[in-house]
Each structure stands twice: as C-alpha cells, then as structure tokens.
C-alpha cells in the first residue's frame, strides 16, 4: 500500500468517524455548552484522535485482534479526557458515557460499511 493509498484510506475512515460521532456526541454533551461549541468540541476529539489511531498505533501493536482492542479504548478514554477538560461543568462518567456512545457508533458504522464492501 503506497502512502497515498494510505491516507485516502484514512480519509474514508476519518469521514465516516466524524460524521457519526458528531452526530452522536454532540447531543448528548447536553447542556454543558451551546451547540456549536458541542459540535465544534466533537469534530476536534476525532482530529485529535483519529490520527493517532490510524497512524501510529499499529505501528505499535501487530496482532489484529490486540490493535482493535488498543484503538478502540484509545479512542474512547482519549475522548472522554477531550471533553471532561474541554467542558468542566460536564461529569466524567458523562464525557465517558458520551465517547463510548460516539465510538461504539463509528465502530458499528464502519464494520456495517464493510461488510457491504464498501471501502472504509
């Protein structure tokens, strides 16, 4: 896989990631801040995350059943400590809660692409 190969694939991955996160994070930050600061705060956790995720954790961790395991909880306490910094007044079993929804969102969505054959 060339380089390029490499983060065209990101970049399906990425968008489909921030799509349903957002879409699912956003609301259920509730009231901690106003919505476009919850959609703005969820679209960078994936920035932040994502990356990392795709780029150097499997540089780490080989075997693919301990990589899915080491991304996803990457993924989710990464993003619960975005949002319990980024939002103070939000409870950190919420930002948990609200990260571990978001991820097991974007997980679901993109085993469900797959297994339509659809590249992400």
């Given at each position: 896989?060339?380089?390029?190969d490499?983060?065209?694939?990101?970049?399906?991955?990425f968008?489909?990631?921030?799509?349903?996160?957002?879409?699912?994070a956003?609301?259920?930050?509730?009231?901690?801040?106003s919505?476009p600061?919850?959609l703005?705060?969820?679209?960078?956790?994936?920035?932040?995350?994502?990356?990392?995720l795709?780029?150097?954790?499997?540089?780490?961790?080989?075997?693919?059943?301990s990589?899915?395991?080491?991304?996803?909880?990457?993924?989710?306490?990464?993003?619960?400590a975005f949002?319990?910094?980024?939002?103070?007044?939000?409870?950190?079993?919420?930002?948990?809660?609200?990260?571990?929804?978001?991820?097991?969102?974007?997980?679901?969505?993109?085993?469900?692409?797959?297994?339509?054959?659809l590249?992400?």
């Amino acid at each position: 896989m060339t380089a390029l190969d490499l983060t065209l694939a990101w970049a399906r991955a990425f968008g489909v990631t921030l799509i349903v996160e957002v879409a699912i994070a956003t609301p259920l930050l509730g009231a901690a801040a106003s919505r476009p600061r919850r959609l703005a705060l969820a679209a960078f956790a994936q920035l932040v995350s994502h990356p990392i995720l795709w780029f150097v954790l499997p540089t780490l961790i080989a075997p693919r059943p301990s990589f899915l395991i080491a991304a996803e909880l990457w993924a989710w306490l990464s993003e619960a400590a975005f949002y319990a910094v980024a939002l103070p007044a939000l409870a950190r079993r919420r930002a948990l809660g609200v990260a571990l929804a978001a991820n097991a969102g974007s997980l679901t969505a993109g085993l469900f692409l797959r297994a339509l054959g659809l590249p992400v």
